[in-house]
Each structure stands twice: as C-alpha cells, then as structure tokens.
C-alpha cells in the first residue's frame, strides 16, 4: 500500500524532472546537480510553511475576501514562487555548471519540482489517494509550468547584459506569480472570483474551475515549450550547435562539478633484468658448490696480451715504493 502512496504523491514530479531533462539533453547538467536543486526545492518548504502562517494570521479576514484573491496571489503564489526562485539564486546561479538558458529552465523547475514533491505528499495523506490522482493532472504540472517559465527569465537574466539581470528576474518572478496566483484563486473561489449570487453567496462554477485547473498547466505547458526552443537557439547561438554529452562518471572520483576529469592510462617503466650469477662452474654435467670442503677456486689464466713488456714497466698492480 505504501508503495502506491508514494508513487501518488512523488511519481508526477519526478515524470516531470524526466521531462525537463530530456528537454535538456543536448548539454545535460550534473545529474548531482539536478538532485540537489529538488532537495533544495523540499526544503523551501519549510520557510514556505512558516511565512504562509504568519502572513495568514497577519491578514486576518483579507485573506478570504473576494474568494481569496489576497491569499491566493499574495500568501501562496508570491511566497512559494520567490523561495523557489531564491533556492536557485543561492545554490546554482554562480556554478559553473549554469552556462546555458536552458540551465534556468531546468534548474528552476528542478526547485519547483521538490517544492511539489513535499506539497503531494502532504495533500495525498490528508486526503488520500484519490486527491492524489487529481493534483497530478493539476496541481503539480501547475508548480513545473509556472517555475519552468520563470526559469527562461532566470536564464535570460544570467547572460543579460548591464542592469538587465534584475529586469529579467523580476519580470520571471511576477510571471509565475501571476499564473500560480490565477490557478490558486480559481480553485479557491470555486470559480466565482469573489462574485456573489442574490443571496449573498459565492457563485460557484464548476466548469470555470475544471476549465481553469486543468486549462492553466496545459496551456503553461504550451507557451513553455515554445521558451524551451527560443532557449536552445539562443544557447545554439552561444555555445556553437554540437551537443556536449556528460563524460562517463568513474564511481573512484569524486569531482565537485559533477564531471569525472580525463583518466590517463598508467605507463610502467620498464624493469631492468640482471643476469643470474651461477655458485660455480659446470664440471662433468654438474654444478659445484663453491662452499663445499675441499673445493679450490681454480687458477684464471692471464694474458701476456694485457700486460705490458719491456725494461721499467712497472707490475700491473703499481709501484709499492711510490716510484
């Protein structure tokens, strides 16, 4: 039973990662980069949960007014969206293994992702499996596309040029508020937007509410692939049109940017042989063993050749007397 709780609640996001990755392929990122976005990503919600609470008891009854609009743009989408976007500031925006603009979408969606990974699984065991099965079509691509689309801002940011980085972050950062805030106010104010009927209540509508929960990832999902491929034709643009796959990572190195450097071959040098000295001479087929009793070291014949001759030619082993 665990087993399909968990593929509920943390199989939509990681389908997703899948997806942004593949869309990444060309120049893929460390996967231990990646990795560690989404656990930065779960960990935003932890600040996340902290300020939504004190926002919410700060604001008191503004936060339901007009069907929610202030805890929908404000307490949700502009918490969650800007830890997500500072998640990404902190850990990989001065890395360099964020060298593309595709890097901003995958990275930020990475953080958005783990965010939604910690979400899920709290709302599927509050409300089961079937909440489950609903927010994977909803909710979490809600958290991809919205991050994803801030994320061609973030990368757009990080080769911008002069004072355009903080145009290009705020733009991104006020994009995804305002999609994560209209998903939020939508489901929020059963589709009524705050409007009331003639008895004072809100007007629900069931068809605005399918249309927008399902309506907004799909069409988030549009506009993003299209900032996907703006983003490859720019890193095109950048880097030159050859891919650059990961090198093969060797599990003996541990290399901080994720990439296994070059392995050389290990050249031996070469052993120097020394011939083997035999204990003595051959005699009769047999060998003799110099320290046996009775065993005389033979006489070494000496050549007339290597001594020299003639009247005052001293002896081979010098002169004693010095002269």
Known sequence: MWQLFFGISVGPALLLLALF???????PEPPGKVRNMVLFGILSCVPAYIIEKLLMASLGD????????IEAYVVAAVTEETLKLTMVMLYIWRNPAFDEVMDGIL??????????ILENIEYVSMGGLATGIVRAFTAVPLHATA???????????KFAKGGGTFVWLLFGLATAVFIHGTYDWIAMSGGSFGMTDSHGKLAGNGIIVLCGVLGI???????????????????????????RPLPSMSPQVAYAGGYAPQQYPQQPYPQQQYPQQPYGQPQGGAMVNPYAAGY??????????TIPQG?????????PGGK
């Open 147 to 157: 991050s994803g689309i801030m994320g061609y801002f973030v990368g757009r940011a």
């Open 21 to 27: 990755k593949k869309w990444d392929s060309k120049r």
């Open 107 to 116: 990275y930020t969606a990475a953080s958005s992702l783990g965010f939604a």
């Open 311 to 319: 009247p005052g030619t001293p002896p081979p082993w010098g002169n």
């Open 296 to 305: 005389t070291q033979p006489a070494q014949p000496v050549s007339n050749a």
């Open 62 to 69: 503004l936060t339901t007014a007009n069907g929610g609009l």
């Open 217 to 243: 990832p799909i069409l988030g999902m549009i506009v993003l692939r299209f900032l996907v491929k703006s983003a490859h034709r720019m890193d095109d643009q950048m880097l030159g049109t050859q891919a």
